[in-house]
């Protein structure tokens, strides 16, 4: 077996296997060979390293949570409130002035001073 793992040019069981007609070798014989051939130093040298997985190690998840605070303010009540929306994170924050507290107004606002930005 030694001499037919060296006369292929220190192929693995799986090629001398797959050039050669299905009935040279027994399971005996495979095995042989393959006791050969993972204790062929020459191989061992030349084999390549084991490496890392490719997805082995998880990507850490994006950071997209926001807390955004929410504040009305209003000088006086002839003037119309403005709900002030604020970044905890960035700090950045913006106020609209809007007709009424309704919910569809205030999500629109969000809207077009959040989510249109990030």
């Not at 495979?30 to 130093?41: M, S």
């Not at 040298?45 to 929410?70: E, M």
């Not at 929306?85 to 924050?93: E, N, S, V």
Request: hydrophobic content about 40%; proline content about 8%.
């Amino acid at each position: 077996m030694q001499q037919t793992h060296r006369q292929f040019g220190h192929a693995s069981v799986e090629a001398i296997t797959r050039d050669l007609p299905p009935d040279t070798f027994t399971a005996a014989d495979v095995a042989r060979l393959k006791a050969v051939t993972d204790t062929c130093i020459l191989c061992q040298q030349h084999a390549t390293l084991p490496r890392r997985p490719r997805h082995a190690v998880a990507k850490p998840p994006d950071a997209f949570n926001r807390i955004l605070t929410k504040d009305v303010l209003q000088l006086t009540p002839t003037l119309p409130k403005v709900p002030d929306i604020t970044d905890l994170q960035t700090d950045f924050g913006q106020g609209r002035f809007v007709p009424s507290m309704r919910g569809q107004i205030i999500f629109s606002m969000l809207y077009l001073a959040w989510f249109s930005i990030w």
